[in-house]
């Protein structure tokens, strides 16, 4: 467990005194060691951070006070090794390792007043309480962390990035109520969560980067420069790897190692990417081509290109359903102009069905605004019974039957909607309507809609993920 947990736990109220013995034992203050490879990756992301109301820590200190950070150059997005050297000597000045952390400057002054920290920083607060997750990221480097905790606790929620806006909203399935904002990324396209919980992946169009969010501080923990403008993103069940669309001709995907934090591969492929996906089974990387209309299949042993597919129309959404053993069934694409999706059966290498959606009982058509595709969205629940199709035409959710494909069930979920996701139990889906600045949560069995949750500027790619909540 860990010490503030512990203190909590017991309702201690003051920190001084009592702290040494609890998290350094069995080590004596003297022999606490500061870890560099822990400030590199896990303190240096607060100097970095911006928080609402503040400015960054290195605005400020990479100009003056004794305290120096290193600036960084207008397009580097995080810092050399020698610059983390120099910041680690500097910051090591103003703290007491192994020490009560209330005893470090480094950790006091940016700490508010009333919770343990300084009476004035010329910086301002910028953490309220000692169980601020990014304090205590500090305070267990201060204490002699070589490594970040894994998760102890973990809960599904749902991501919803907002296409227009600055910000991604944090959803809990259970009260179906917005419970948190990842904010500093512009432009955010596509989202996967590590399946540990650990930190969730999404991509900023702004800055051409894959961002690392730390899933129990809500905020970037590193950017990794890609090869180009990236769309949507995939991470593989081991979660080691996580392949990124770039939407840039001639066409690519890159290849980020999560355990480096860096991009170790650019795959070309044919045309530039708008989505890809990991397959269930985690053994393909399947990237889509609005300009070329191919269907590109990389095997994630290799990082190979495998084999591809031309369709008749460009590449939009994808998802997939499983045979039995887990290995990949069929593709569930939809198209560019076409108002519905098409079926690819992932052995044959072939297109084996097409289905047209009809209007919706009760809905009018709107025509304004599809940007090319009048179907965006797609998913299969967890049991693999149906397949779920958004129409932007019909405000309306087609679901279909596998493996028979017959229309089962219409839902209307507002203004444009877009991407689909479910909850892992297959009992909620979710999904983004653009026109509304809503996500719809729909009762997959009952086909109700159950919750318009309020999120940011024109919501559209959605996904589940694991957040450590400890
Ligand atoms: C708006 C500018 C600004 C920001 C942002 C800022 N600081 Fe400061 N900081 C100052 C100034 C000015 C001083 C010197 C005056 C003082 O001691 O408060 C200072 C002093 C400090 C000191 C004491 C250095 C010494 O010489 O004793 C520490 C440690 C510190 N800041 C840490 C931080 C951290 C960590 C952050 C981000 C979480 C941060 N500061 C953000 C302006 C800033």
């Known amino acids: 467990m860990h010490y503030l947990r512990l203190l909590k736990s017991f309702g201690v109220a003051s920190l001084a005194g009592l702290l040494p013995a609890l998290f350094v034992s069995p080590l004596s203050a003297q022999d606490v060691e500061l870890n560099y490879q822990f400030f590199k990756n896990e303190v240096q992301p607060v100097f970095l951070a911006k928080r609402d109301g503040n400015i960054r820590c290195v605005q400020c200190h990479g100009r003056s006070s004794s305290f120096r950070i290193q600036p960084l150059d207008e397009h580097q997005l995080f810092f050399t090794e020698e610059q983390?050297?120099?910041?680690?000597?500097?910051?090591?000045?103003?703290?007491?390792?192994?020490?009560?952390?209330?005893?470090?400057?480094?950790?006091?002054?940016?700490?508010?007043?009333?919770?343990?920290?300084?009476?004035?920083?010329?910086?301002?607060?910028?953490?309220?309480?000692?169980?601020?997750?990014?304090?205590?990221?500090?305070?267990?480097?201060?204490?002699?962390?070589?490594?970040?905790?894994?998760?102890?606790?973990?809960?599904?929620?749902?991501?919803?990035?907002?296409?227009?806006?600055?910000?991604?909203?944090?959803?809990?399935?259970?009260?179906?109520?917005s419970i948190g904002r990842i904010t500093d990324i512009e432009i955010p396209h596509g989202v996967v969560g590590a399946p540990d919980g650990s930190q969730i992946y999404i991509t900023n169009e702004a800055l051409h980067s894959l961002d690392i969010v730390d899933s129990r501080t809500m905020r970037v923990k590193r950017r990794i420069p890609l090869s180009g403008r990236p769309n949507n993103v995939g991470v593989t069940s081991d979660g080691r790897k996580v392949y990124v669309a770039i939407m840039e001709m001639p066409g690519s995907v890159d290849v980020i190692d999560v355990q480096k934090m860096e991009n170790i591969k650019t795959i070309p492929v044919n045309g530039a990417i708008h989505n890809v996906y990991v397959t269930p089974d985690s053994r393909h990387a399947v990237a889509g081509s609005i300009q070329t209309s191919t269907i590109n299949v990389i095997d994630t042993a290799t990082d190979e290109l495998v084999w591809e597919l031309e369709m008749d129309s460009g590449i939009r959404p994808m998802t997939f359903n499983t045979k039995s053993d887990g290995s990949t069934d069929k593709i569930f694409v939809q198209l560019s102009g076409f108002h519905g999706f098409a079926v690819v059966d992932f052995d044959q290498r072939r297109e084996v069905a097409r289905v047209e959606h009809p209007p919706a009982t009760g809905q009018e058509a709107h025509y304004d605004g599809l940007q090319g595709a009048p179907a965006h969205g797609l998913g299969v629940p967890p049991d693999g019974k149906t397949v779920w199709s958004t129409s932007k035409v019909y405000s309306t959710v087609y679901i279909h039957s596998l493996p028979d494909l017959k229309e089962v069930g219409q839902v209307y979920v507002g203004q444009h909607p877009e991407w689909v996701t479910f909850t892992p139990d297959g009992k909620t889906a979710y999904i983004g309507a653009a026109g509304d600045h809503v996500t719809f949560a729909v009762d997959v069995k009952s086909m109700k809609t159950v919750a318009r949750i309020p999120v940011g500027q024109v919501p559209k790619r959605v996904a589940m993920v694991r957040m450590a909540v400890d």
Do not use: C
Request: hydrophobic share 35%.
């Open 84 to 177: 983390s050297r120099m910041n680690f000597e500097s910051a090591s000045q103003f703290v007491l390792p192994g020490e009560d952390p209330l005893k470090s400057r480094f950790l006091t002054h940016p700490l508010a007043s009333n919770a343990g920290g300084d009476a004035f920083h010329g910086g301002g607060t910028h953490f309220h309480s000692i169980y601020d997750p990014e304090w205590r990221i500090m305070a267990d480097w201060v204490a002699g962390a070589t490594s970040r905790r894994a998760p102890s606790s973990v809960e599904v929620r749902i991501i919803q990035t907002n296409a227009a806006g600055d910000d991604s909203h944090v959803i809990d399935p259970v009260t179906n109520k």
